[in-house]
């Protein structure tokens, strides 16, 4: 722990402040138009992928179903707008490799506007059956994980859940989606929060907020005393908590918020605690009622390569070239864009190729130019010095100076069994603060494939 | 598609910090230091960190040319060993001898290893442990500081001719009508004489002749700025200065007529050197915070029992080099417990909010939980 970290009383242990670069904090969301294709790939999301069940050729309307699956841990897709089902196949992913996706042209002078959905009344239903509409929504953790949420939101039969926790944090520099999210769809997101206590059991939902989203935690506060007013019953609070690289991880929120550690391997369930992202949640409140499915989620288009950055309400499946057009990317066949990342500049993913889509789990498009790179391209890579920042910025208390040297020894089963390389969770804050600039939290990454290869074989 | 877009794995920002950065602070932090060393000692001081820093610089300069160890010369480290190697070695002592040390610096205590980061033992202090085995008369021979004419004259010690005994000071100092004991350090007078220095010559070195060798408190102030600004850690100084002082004062209690005060011992020496520059040395000391430490503390404990009972009376050097040797098991015994991995659950006291809201029941938990498990494979109607 650092020194001024004693008296400050941080929120949880170590952790990094990069630099917030929240350059879309005061932008509105706006609604980026329709393309005219778009690409729906069939897994989106972690768990089983579902199979299509529309034909090439065959008339989809906006908000129909055309992907699902019978298994638990699945989730149904819909087409994002009315128009054909044009291809079934191969088509580019955002990690590099070929997925199965669906491709959907729009009918040309379709408006769109109407969204196909099955309204219903929920307000005596029970926790089983919102976690049926939940599922039928299509819903997945639009934070970036993409894990569905109707899992998430089970609980297990031994197991109960009194606490709700909503993830507002976006500790993620660049990326403003769910802070305009809280702002703008903040009954929204009062509404789902109240879906999702009511499908959990959950008795309190808190609300954490990183404190450098003042007008977030306002806006939230008069949506709970609204919501109150109007007859809700349901006990919310929202906490401001510090801000800290990773505090949107959920081991750290919780930290933050309650004090305790969770378990090594458990989840939050173990503390009788469920954690959602407010995004999904915004989502959840808007499309339940209606009954229509996850069509568009909002993505922060941003970065010193963009001219129009903003917060987009993106179709989902839009190829991505189609947003960075929009967004005034300035000639992206030009030289000076050097990097486009799905994500946020910690731990989002570089892409290769503009042609992929924007699916459920995007939270953000950014994009640096050559001179943005430039700095840390010249950077000299040392051997390790021992300096000890990444010890002290690692949130899960592991040893990534030690981690990186057996790694570069290729030590593998030495470095799971005994440094505990399972707990890393790839946040990257030791790569962030190496002055040796050794790409570690790449190492572990290799190093936990080649673990969960060798488990597999 | 022809975009030359590049894949890099994230992180995609990092940190302004670079090793360059952290050793060139270092090494400002290091030039107040250095200039009232110059200012006490004159030009032979002068001499001697120019000469023992240029040794360090070609000495790497050949390493990274032949291309056995990593780092480059522009990374400033070999400057800061050749800075506090000289800050080290006493203001008269023969240049060329200066040079060796800085020779056996850089070539036993670093390239050997491999280079930056590899180094098992501070590089400054092998180099110094080498001359004072090889020349124990040169290092042991301290001149007094505010020599009047300090700035137009050498310490005739100081140009002896490579490979030659150099000049005996004494008869230089009896010329000034000063008595030779003036250049004994505090603590050989301590030792050998039991005289014990004020605490303002000791803290400041400004008055009288006394060779007290770089100022503890500039040295601290420096330390200071270094810890502020995180290029050092901040536990290791007071991880030794602590423990220093704990066992000093333990044994002034027992006994305080045999042994000094605590405060003598901490700023008598180099041991505020050693605390704030030497056991800081990032490469040679443990990584884990509980590691910095022990480390730490095992330097002081050390450097009081070297001091107290071997025949030397300066004990910093070894105290650190043999903590320098135990820093990998140091580190190997005190990991990081991983987060979520304590003994118990850790749960802090003061938190936002409880835990457990009191007011939940079994009885209402089960009525609001839903009873089912949901079971998409079921067969809807």
């Known amino acids: 722990m650092k020194l001024v970290s004693y008296f400050r009383g941080e929120a949880f242990q170590r952790g990094v402040h990069p630099p917030s670069c929240k350059l879309t904090a005061e932008r509105k969301i706006r609604r980026l138009p329709f393309p005219d294709r778009v690409t729906v790939p069939l897994s989106q999301h972690i768990g089983k992928t579902p199979r299509p069940i529309v034909r090439v050729g065959q008339d989809v309307v906006r908000g129909q179903p055309i992907a699902r699956s019978d298994e638990w841990l699945s989730v149904p897709h819909h087409a994002p707008l009315s128009g054909i089902v044009e291809f079934i196949g191969l088509r580019p992913g955002m990690r590099g490799t070929w997925i199965e996706s669906i491709v959907i042209r729009a009918h040309r002078g379709a408006t769109q506007e109407d969204l196909w959905g099955r309204p219903r009344d929920l307000s005596q239903a029970t926790g089983q059956d919102i976690l049926q509409a939940i599922w039928d929504t299509g819903m997945v953790g639009l934070g970036g994980a993409a894990f569905p949420t109707h899992a998430k939101l089970s609980v297990p039969k031994q197991a109960r859940v009194h606490t709700l926790v909503v993830n507002g944090c976006e500790c993620e520099p660049y990326l403003t989606c769910d802070h305009r999210v809280m702002v703008e769809h903040a009954a929204d997101l009062i509404a789902g929060i109240r879906y999702a206590m009511r499908a959990t059991g959950a008795v309190r939902t808190i609300i954490g907020v990183e404190d450098n989203k003042p007008d977030a935690v306002l806006v939230l506060r008069q949506a709970i005393v609204d919501a109150a007013a109007a007859g809700a019953t349901e006990e919310i609070h929202v906490e401001a908590v510090p801000t800290k690289y990773p505090q949107g991880s959920e081991k750290m929120l919780i930290m933050a918020l309650f004090g305790a550690e969770m378990p090594a391997g458990g989840l939050p369930i173990a503390l009788g605690m469920v954690v959602s992202n407010v995004g999904t949640l915004a989502a959840l409140g808007h499309l339940l009622p209606l009954g229509q499915g996850l069509t568009e989620r909002v993505v922060t288009v941003t970065g010193p390569g963009v001219a129009k950055p903003g917060d987009y309400r993106v179709i989902l499946g839009t190829p991505l070239k189609f947003v960075l057009d929009y967004a005034g990317v300035p000639a992206v066949d030009a030289l000076d864009t050097r990097q486009v990342i799905l994500g946020g500049p910690m731990m989002g993913q570089a892409i290769g190729a503009l042609d992929v889509p924007i699916t459920k789990g995007v939270s953000g498009v950014l994009v640096f130019r050559r001179e943005d790179m430039q700095e840390r391209e010249s950077r000299q890579t040392y051997p390790c010095i021992k300096c000890g920042e990444c010890v002290e910025s690692c949130p899960m208390g592991l040893n990534p100076s030690t981690l990186g040297m057996l790694a570069a020894k290729r030590e593998y089963d030495l470095m799971g069994e005994q440094y505990f390389l399972g707990d890393c969770f790839e946040c990257g804050c030791c790569t962030y603060v190496c002055p040796s600039n050794i790409p570690l939290v790449q190492q572990f990454r290799v190093a936990k494939q080649i673990l969960r290869e060798k488990a597999a074989a | ?381």
């Not at chain 2, 027992?254 to 042994?259: E, N, S």
Request: hydrophobic share 50%; aromatic share 12%.
């Open chain 2, 1 to 381: 598609m022809t975009a030359p877009i590049e894949i890099r794995s994230a992180p995609h920002v990092q940190a302004a910090k670079t090793v360059e950065t952290i050793m060139r602070n270092v090494v400002y932090s290091l030039l107040p230091i250095c200039a009232f060393y110059v200012f006490q000692y004159g030009i032979s001081a002068l001499a001697s960190i120019a000469v023992v820093t240029a040794a360090c610089l070609v000495t790497e300069r050949f390493f990274v040319r032949t291309g056995t160890q990593a780092g480059r010369l522009s990374d400033y480290s070999a400057v800061i060993t050749g800075l506090l190697l000289a800050l080290t070695l006493p203001p008269g002592f023969p240049l060329w001898m200066g040079a060796v040390a800085g020779i056996v610096a850089i070539a036993l205590g670093k390239a050997l290893f491999g280079g930056i980061g590899f180094n098992v033992f501070n590089p400054a202090l092998v180099g110094r442990a080498f001359v004072q085995a090889a020349f124990p008369t040169a290092i042991a021979t301290y001149t007094p500081s505010f020599l009047p004419d300090r700035f137009t004259e050498f310490i005739p010690s100081t140009l002896a001719w490579p490979l030659m005994i150099p000049a005996d000071p004494v008869p230089w100092l009896k010329a000034k009508s000063l008595d030779a004991l003036a250049g004994a350090t505090p603590l050989a007078k301590w030792k050998f004489d039991g005289v014990m220095a004020n605490a303002d010559e000791l803290l400041t070195s400004l008055s009288g002749h006394m060779a007290v060798g770089p100022s503890p408190a500039l040295i601290l102030l420096c330390g200071a700025y270094l810890a502020a600004r995180r290029f050092m850690d901040w536990r290791i100084p007071l991880a030794v200065l602590g423990s220093a002082a704990l066992t000093a004062w333990l044994l002034f209690a027992f006994d305080p007529a045999r042994y000094p005060n605590p405060f003598f011992m901490l700023f008598s020496g180099g041991l505020i050197l050693g605390a704030g520059y030497m056991a800081t040395d990032m490469a040679t000391s443990p990584v884990t915070p509980k590691g910095m430490w022990v480390y730490g503390a095992l330097i002081g404990l050390l450097t009081v029992v070297i001091r107290y009972y071997s025949g030397l009376p300066e004990g910093v050097m070894y105290a650190i080099l043999i903590a320098n040797a135990a820093s990998p098991l140091i580190e190997r015994i005190t990991q990081p417990v991983p987060f979520g991995r304590g003994v118990l659950a850790r749960v802090k006291k003061r938190a936002t909010y409880p835990l457990n809201p009191g007011y939940i029941s079994r009885e209402e938990a089960s009525a609001v939980t839903p009873k089912k498990r949901f079971l998409p494979k079921k067969p809807k109607k």
